[in-house]
């Protein structure tokens, strides 16, 4: 059984202000041992068992010192600082304070007050909630059949392996007897693509589109190898870029969808916070009255139809020559989908095309959706990882496609205020690779310090996911409840106007100037049999049927944070493993939002100031 939180310890920055770019540590009832792995900057001089601290219900703790060097406790009574020389004890007391390594590394002790037993139990089931969320994703590990229901979160380098958990790497995205790929992207570091996927060296046909400029266009031309044909879409608009992230896989069996959020670089696929989602769809059925069309059929026809590739002949076993171009991709039954796509292509967008693209698209559809009472006016969260220039008209313009949507009783759920969850200055600094980690989060001064913006910030904090220092490159947008999400998109649009559109001419014209794409997760009907169709398995598992009464045959699923305290076995939940805090914490007066282009000479985790 394990033992109760009795205290915790709050790191504190050289002021002695709480500093909230790093967790708090958990004490228990017994010995714990502090070291090198609870702090966020690198100091080799803390051993990694450092001090043990023993606490006790009683509200009292002792501290030994482990480690070659000395710590300072500082007295919260009389404030006089006592050095602990190592293998030393001393008894400490609430909200006395810890130098590890004096001078360098600040904690305050806090003790958990324990009245009475039924106050010690409080605290004690209050921790262990507390212990659940900070390890969710240990706990995140979805059924296969609900794997197209949810996405997963790409695995990070330097994480503990349980923060890895379901987590994904390219080769376990590209994988199989495939005849062609079609990989949709901004950036495509083709060296890095060869090395971390070389099963890419063997397939038949790949397809690169591309928002490349022209100097990296013929380097990857001259490197890359000889069946790769290269497409860069057109872009009708200035200060546009084809900035969707996708991978097409063609199978014998079928075809493999996939939409992420990953440059085809190193960086975004081993250091950063990501998420990608992926669905396998069967041939169409030849001998049978073809299925009727559905939302995602046709939402990815139309986003594949404008990208114009130069089609090319691709032999298929027991299909012979296909033709493989946007139409081809109607060959597939998408009727098992679990998600909408949400595209944007750059034009000035009119008439039926008004609706079909960017923030309009996804206005178009949570009108159609019927949501639960308890989204009424609840919040929203912006999540990305660019800011665009912005005014306070189209955030508000913005604000109202995100808002749509129905209760049962037609009852408008109505505007929602947002919170904008973006990386500070000490996040940046603290991450897994420094100030580096801006250059991804490329935001200008003049974007980011605009006065109307600051109500609008909130901490990425991302504890439960072991996220905190692997910054975002992730694009998440919500609307939510406590841990319950009314629905959840999962994309390659920052916030702008550029990526999301902007209503013209008396809001008769969407102007949008970027490709874009992304995956739009809704409460749907719960299917209750099937078969969980796979490209890459020869025999598909098969759900089991349910015998259902007509009053549940419409039962919807909820969508939920893998932080839901609840039966996430039941077949109605899906939990989507949201890497950030919800509900998202505000900065405090002392946050500072990042933005690339300033400077800063608070060396970080490398000793590098910025810039370089």
Not at 7 to 23: C, G, H, R, V
Not at 182 to 201: E, G, H, T
Not at 307 to 331: C, D, H, S
Not at 420 to 435: K, M, Q
Request: with cysteine.
């Amino acid at each position: 059984m394990a033992h109760s939180q009795v205290a915790y310890l709050i790191p504190l920055k050289a002021d002695l202000k709480e500093d909230n770019s790093s967790p708090r540590i958990t004490l228990y009832e017994g010995p714990n041992i502090i070291g090198r792995g609870n702090v966020s900057i690198v100091d080799k001089r803390l051993s990694r068992k450092h001090i043990t601290i023993i606490a006790s219900t009683s509200g009292s703790a002792w501290l030994s010192v482990e480690g070659t060097n000395p710590v300072v406790i500082r007295s919260s009574g009389d404030g006089e600082r006592k050095k602990v020389k190592p293998r030393e004890e001393v008894l400490v007391s609430n909200d006395d304070l810890i130098e590890l390594i004096p001078g360098h590394h600040f904690f305050k002790l806090v003790l958990l007050p324990i009245e009475n037993k039924g106050s010690y139990e409080r605290v004690a089931k209050k921790a262990k909630k507390a212990e659940d969320d900070v390890e969710a994703i240990r706990r995140f590990c979805p059924p296969n059949e609900k794997l197209s229901s949810t996405f997963r979160l790409l695995s990070v380098n330097g994480l503990p392996d349980w923060a890895n958990t379901s987590c994904v790497s390219i080769n376990d995205v590209i994988e199989g007897d495939i005849v062609a790929v079609i990989l949709s992207n901004y950036m495509v570091d083709v060296d890095w693509l060869m090395s971390a996927c070389p099963k890419l060296a063997n397939i038949p046909h790949v397809m690169v589109i591309h928002g490349e400029g022209d100097g990296r266009q013929e380097y990857i031309q001259r490197k890359k190898p000889a069946n790769w044909i290269l497409h860069k879409p057109r872009l009708p608009i200035s200060f546009g870029t084809h900035h969707s992230k996708a991978i097409f896989l063609v199978y014998p069996r079928g075809v493999r969808v996939v939409v992420h959020t990953a440059n085809l670089i190193h960086v975004d696929w081993n250091n950063k916070s990501q998420g990608l989602w992926m669905q396998d769809f069967p041939w169409k059925d030849d001998d049978k009255d073809p299925p009727k069309g559905c939302g995602f059929e046709g939402d990815l026809i139309d986003y594949l139809t404008v990208l114009k590739w130069p089609e090319f002949t691709a032999n298929l076993p027991g299909r012979g020559n296909v033709k493989i171009n946007a139409a081809f991709f109607k060959k597939f039954d998408y009727s098992d989908a679990m998600v909408r796509l949400i595209a944007s292509v750059p034009g000035y967008h009119t008439g039926l095309n008004l609706k079909k693209w960017g923030h309009m698209k996804l206005r178009t559809i949570l009108q159609e959706c019927i949501f639960d009472r308890e989204f009424c006016r609840s919040p929203l969260v912006y999540q990305f990882s660019s800011l665009g220039s912005l005014d306070e008209k189209w955030l508000a313009e913005f604000g109202n496609s995100l808002s749509s949507g129905i209760t049962e009783d037609k009852t408008p759920l109505g505007p929602g205020d947002p919170l904008i969850i973006w990386p500070t200055v000490e996040d940046v600094r603290c991450s897994l690779e420094g100030y580096a980690a801006g250059n991804a989060i490329p935001s200008p001064l003049k974007n980011v310090e605009k006065p109307f913006l600051k109500k609008y910030w909130a901490r990425w904090k991302a504890d439960h996911s072991a996220r905190g220092r692997a910054m975002p490159h992730i694009k998440t947008f919500t609307r939510y409840n406590d841990q319950k999400l009314a629905w959840f998109l999962l994309t390659s649009s920052n916030l702008s106007k550029a990526a999301w559109g902007a209503l013209q001419k008396n809001n008769s014209q969407l102007m949008i100037r970027s490709y874009e794409l992304g995956v739009l997760f809704l409460p749907s009907p719960i299917k209750t049999q099937g078969c969980i169709f796979s490209c890459t398995e020869s025999n598909p598992s098969t759900m089991k049927a349910k015998q259902e009464r007509k009053d549940e045959a419409e039962k919807r699923s909820k969508l939920v944070t893998m932080t839901w305290q609840g039966d996430r076995d039941s077949p109605k939940i899906i939990s989507l493993p949201i890497p950030y805090e919800l509900p998202p914490k505000p900065y405090s007066a002392e946050d500072v939002p990042w933005s690339w282009d300033r400077g800063y000479s608070k060396k970080d985790v490398y000793g590098q100031v910025w810039p370089r």
